[in-house]
């Protein structure tokens, strides 16, 4: 596969995406490429009317991002990442730049200009070299840009403003998200789509390979561009490829000065240079003196072979808190840590080594710091901290999947053999154990919280004045609907046990109206009246009896007109996608994961029609569907 090799070059070293942009993220994971994400403080203020071109203001400010972080990071840890990547997207219309809008009547004067017109959508991208040498941070630069256009349809008043209420506008370019909600805007799209998601994929692809694998100067042949096919793919990255005509580059030696900035903007080319078609083989050996061989290394097979090392050191630092302590105290040396935790010092120094490679911590000489996502992650406080999941991981999962082998061979849960008990008396357990509770619901708040925006936004659910969130544990996607949908009254419906421990997990500041919360079964009590019902992660845990008894409790209180929405990791056709939920089926539970069309037959057996689908790509995919008219 020719994409090993271009961002094969990357596996060695350490890359940065300094953006804040969960797309960009989601774009470059979704390829396998590893980074760090440092999102870039720089402020996106630059004076739009000094540059002669919209793109070389995207270009501008991706590369001043970019730089900031670069310098940042050398000034900081003084230890220099080796590439950083930064993107900045903007929309053009009637020759204005469209940025992110600042609220909502913002958004309305973006959309409404939009409405009806082609507008084009600019991503600058800078891929920025660094090394140090003595105390300086030295960069390499190069920039380019991608252009895409889209057509927006007429948009009635009432469109516009039930998609800004859905808040999906907010956080993107032009006030819309072509890949969700917003992509019922739009009439057609000419170029990259992931270009207006927010990442030239194709171009960045292209551009690492022109810069990983330079054509030979004796081999390449000199063409003149108009007698050039376009090249579309870099299949064969050896093959020096056309110029597409909208790249700029600017390579070269940069020193920064003490504010990151480089000193002088520089000089852009538009016009096509000279584009080179060449026949030549990938030469054995490249810049860095590393095979070629290397690059053709079974990789993923190799970093299979390796995750579970991965997963459990991940495990066994987040269970000794070292992300805490490092939050709270780091920089730290190993002796320090290991004192804080109790633990050896040569135990740890390798722990807290393996954290580094796997680009959780980062290292200086004055010591081991947590990188921005393991503040944000993996912190038992941090922001959208999965300590709790990653605690359920370790404690629950890991036993249960080192019994794999038996599980396979026997078709059953294992929990005899990982714990010496079985399933029904371990969930006796979770009635009985306060530990077990606690450690469970945190695993279940982790996920909630990290999904409950992609959730609540994943349809416009304006139109529901009342919700129940059933099995909603402890509130974590009820709050964020609140926040959505200040209109709605949401109430969340779980067993006695767990309502009598939401408290720990409540936000701190509740600007908005409280959620309910209600205590029951609910196989056996009553539910609640609401226009929407939510099952998020639930009906993939019950064996079909149960859920046939809960589905038939919620259509029998469903009015016509209301609606269920099921969160899931929805399976393809074929039930081999995503992995995730593929491999969530080997822990044997009596559930099972669905496709999107057994959702659709599950639900439609309930008297639930008209089923919508929103393919999150993340961790939970959306279902929603209404309960049908009873017939004249
Ligand atoms: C048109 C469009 C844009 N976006 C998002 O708009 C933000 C642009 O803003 P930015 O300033 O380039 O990036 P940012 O989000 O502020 O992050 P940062 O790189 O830290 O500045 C990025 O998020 C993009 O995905 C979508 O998600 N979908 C779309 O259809």
Known sequence: MALNPVLGKLVSKRVVLASASPRRQEILTNVGLRFEVVPSWFKETLEKSSFAAPYEYAIETAKQKALEVANRMHVKHLRTPDVVIGADTIVTVDEQILEKPVDKQDAYRMLSRLSGKEHSVFTGVAIIHCSSKGNQLETEITDFYEETKVKFSDLSEELLWEYIHSGEPMDKAGGYGIQALGGMLVEYVHGDFLNVVGFPLNHFCKKLAELYYPPPKHTVQHIKHDSIPSVDTFENVSDGESESSNFTEHKGANKLDSSGMCPSRPVYNCENTSSV???????????????????????????????????????????????????????LKAVDVANEVGTSVCGTERLLDACVALGLLEKTSQGYSNTDSANIYLTSDGEYSLHGYIIHSNDHLWPLFTNLESAVREGSRQNHRAFGRKAEDLFKDYYHSQ?????????????????????????????????????????????????IYPNMKVTVFDLPEVIANISYFQPSEQCTAPVTFVSGDFFKDNLPEADLYILSRVLHDWPDEKIHILLSKISAVCKPGSA?????????????????????????????????????????????????????????????CFKKNLSP
């Open 277 to 331: 078609r060449t026949g030549f083989t990938v030469p054995l050996g490249n810049q860095n003196g590393v095979s070629e061989s290397a690059a053709k290394l079974p990789s993923k097979i190799l970093d299979l072979m390796d995750g579970f090392k991965a997963s459990k050191a991940l495990f066994v630092a987040s269970k000794l808190k070292m992300f805490d302590y490092l939050k709270n105290k780091g920089p």
């Open 435 to 483: 530990e077990v509770k606690q450690r469970f619901m945190a695993a279940m708040h982790s996920i909630a919280h990290l999904t409950a925006r992609d959730l609540a936004t994943a349809f416009d659910l304006s139109q529901f004045k009342s919700t129940c969130d059933l099995g909603g544990c402890t509130g974590a996607l009820a709050h964020e609907l609140i926040q």
């Open 564 to 624: 269920l929405l099921v969160a899931e990791i929805v399976l393809d056709e074929q039930k081999t996608h995503p992995p995730r939920a593929v491999l969530q089926s080997l822990s044997m539970t009596e559930g099972k994961q669905r496709s999107g069309s057994e959702y659709k037959q599950l639900l439609e057996k309930y008297g639930f029609t008209n089923t919508q689908f929103k393919i999150t790509g993340t961790l939970l995919d959306a279902v929603l």
